[in-house]
């Protein structure tokens, strides 16, 4: 067996050169890494932030404030070189299987805002059976999903079901920032909320760094 150390951050909000980022592997950003959401440049210094990464892959997801990936997704995309970038679409590292989706129930007039219930749903029916490594901007329902501890649960439910229907080994998101840390689920699914922000858009924590076994022979 082997191990791939990943190194998950989310909500950088434009402040990604404040951050010491551990070595590893594979970089995962779960989104809203920009401040004001459509600027070009925003995308072109994050890029150039992600190419002074060491890790041998970056994979990286839009969040509800990354506007210009849902306004102009292929200029966009076409910015980001030093990722990969997955919006409801899934890729193989390592025989690893990825899949990234930036939706997340409608709050307010953000991007990637889909409805709750059956309109949602669609978007989580798309993870395929046997998704290793789960990246959605929001968390699902219940799991690391308050801005304080009482105040309500923000997640997606219908994430939750899916969750608990595909059993990803890892499942990584942000987007609520006071849920940020760490859970594993009776199924055995680890859970990260990477949100390096508080809920007054300071930065008061770093990446965090989960280590996956995988089988090198696989394909």
Known sequence: MSCLRIVCISDTHGQHAKLQLPEGDILVHAGDFMTYGDSPKEVTDFNQWLGQQTHRYKVVIAGNHDWIFERHPAAAQELLTNAIYLENAGMEIDGLRFWGSPVQPAFNNWAFNINRGAAIRRYWKMIPEGTDILVTHGPPFGIL??????TPHLGCEELAKAVVKIKPRLHIFGHIHGGHGQMKSSNG???????????AYQLVHQAQVIEIEYSSRRS
Do not use: P
């Open 145 to 150: 999903d308050q801005s304080h501890s009482l």
């Open 189 to 199: 699914t680890e859970f990260v909320n990477a949100s390096v922000l508080d809920e």
